[in-house]
């Protein structure tokens, strides 16, 4: 015999996402009831495929009313019942959760505490966690951040970017974001776009308005994105860094002693000579630099030919240079032509590695991407399960 109704029902709703928070909405108690009338539960005589089915009305409770993706939600309810046999349509009532419901999806999210926790930290983590570093602003950091995110959300991976570059933020902008994370209570949920999750200052002040503020509040609010959101099990972790070797570049070395750094340079000496100076920072945070990458390299001519607009040679030396002062091996990872392809991607708000994915600068990025996703977490911080006899 057939399973009930009901029962069919709550299993179809158990493959229905959250778009935020990427779970089952069965998982997370948010199906508050499951209502079938008429059909052959209803107690008449129509066929399981006649035009007499049920009707299913489903109650589903918002984590805030204001949920930016309850339209997503509904839909996609609907969609997921209505492709049962035995149902003529579905009705959504939307409700919203309880503080008591609220501190309980915390708690089942954060593993069983409701306080805040940087997961990334914590012994066991199995996230890859990547500074994306460079001594001087203007280098392309940003755009390499975004594009490696997206590139390896392409391929399959659980992607997070934290833009911490405080003052000067621009990965809303480059990944199309246009919305603030949704706040439960003291956890928010951040935004996704192109299969990324994204947090940043830029999503908390209005347009035009500059962030003012010292040290101290820069680490925390970087404390507050690692630990406040929401972030799910993540295979990676981008977080784009101011240049320089300032506040927030030692904030990341405290808060996250596992992550490792890459290097974003131009072939210019001068750009190059800086950007050696970010990555010896590893030095004294006792991180490793993962490798280096060279924007800006040349421009290609209509004859094929390479214009060679800021010299050559620049991310060979910081590569060279930091192998030399840290003692290992530092890769030039990839050598990024310039390309307007890619500075009219970025303004557009899809990443150049989406947008036109052959294009030169597109290929160079997604074979960076992919050396980073490849690479093994490593054993920094994780519990080596050695016991003293």
Not at 22 to 28: G, N
Not at 234 to 245: A, K, N, R
Not at 325 to 343: E, F, I, K, S, Y
Request: proline residues 7%; glycine residues 14%.
């Amino acid at each position: 015999m057939p399973a009930p109704l009901a029962d069919r029902v709550r299993a179809a709703l158990a493959t229905v996402v959250d778009p935020e928070i990427r779970r089952p909405i069965t998982d997370l108690g948010m199906v508050r009831s499951i209502d079938v009338e008429g059909g052959v539960e209803g107690g008449t005589e129509a066929g399981v495929d006649g035009a007499g089915g049920a009707r299913v009305t489903v109650g589903v409770d918002l984590t805030v009313a204001a949920c930016p993706m309850r339209g997503t939600l509904v839909r996609d309810v609907t969609a997921a019942v209505e492709a049962l046999d035995g149902v003529a349509g579905a009705t959504v009532e939307l409700g919203v959760m309880t503080p008591e419901q609220r501190q309980e999806l915390r708690t089942r999210l954060r593993g069983g505490t409701g306080d805040p926790v940087i997961p990334f930290a914590q012994p066991g983590s199995l996230t890859k966690v990547y500074a994306i570093a460079s001594g001087k602003g203007g280098v392309g950091k940003s755009s390499v951040t975004a594009n490696l995110a997206v590139a390896l959300a392409a391929d399959g991976l659980s992607v997070g970017v934290v833009d911490a570059d405080i003052y000067g933020f621009s990965i809303p902008r480059m990944l199309g974001v246009d919305r603030q994370p949704t706040r439960v209570d003291s956890m928010l949920l951040p935004p996704i776009a192109h299969g990324v999750k994204v947090v940043s200052i830029g999503m908390f002040v209005p347009a035009g308005q500059p962030v003012v503020w010292r040290g101290p509040m820069l680490h925390r609010a970087l404390e507050q994105f690692l630990a406040d959101v929401f972030w799910g099990d993540l295979d990676v972790l981008l977080l784009d860094l101011p240049p320089g070797t300032g506040d927030i570049a030692i904030s990341v070395a405290q808060l996250l002693p596992g992550s490792e750094i890459v290097v974003v340079t131009t072939p210019q000496t001068a750009a190059a000579e800086v950007a050696e100076r970010a990555g010896s920072v590893a030095t004294q945070t006792h991180q490793q630099v993962v490798g280096v990458v060279e924007n800006m390299s040349w421009l290609e001519q209509p004859d094929g030919s390479r214009l060679e607009v800021f010299g050559s040679g620049g991310g060979e030396r910081v590569a060279a240079s930091l192998g030399a002062a840290l003692g290992t091996d530092v890769p030039l990872l990839g050598q990024v032509p310039l390309d307007p392809v890619l500075r009219q991607a970025g303004d557009d708000g899809t990443p150049v590695v989406l947008a036109a994915p052959a294009s030169p600068g597109a290929v160079v990025l997604r074979d960076v991407a992919r050396s980073l996703g490849a690479r093994k977490r490593g054993l920094a911080g994780l519990r080596l399960g050695v016991q003293p006899v």
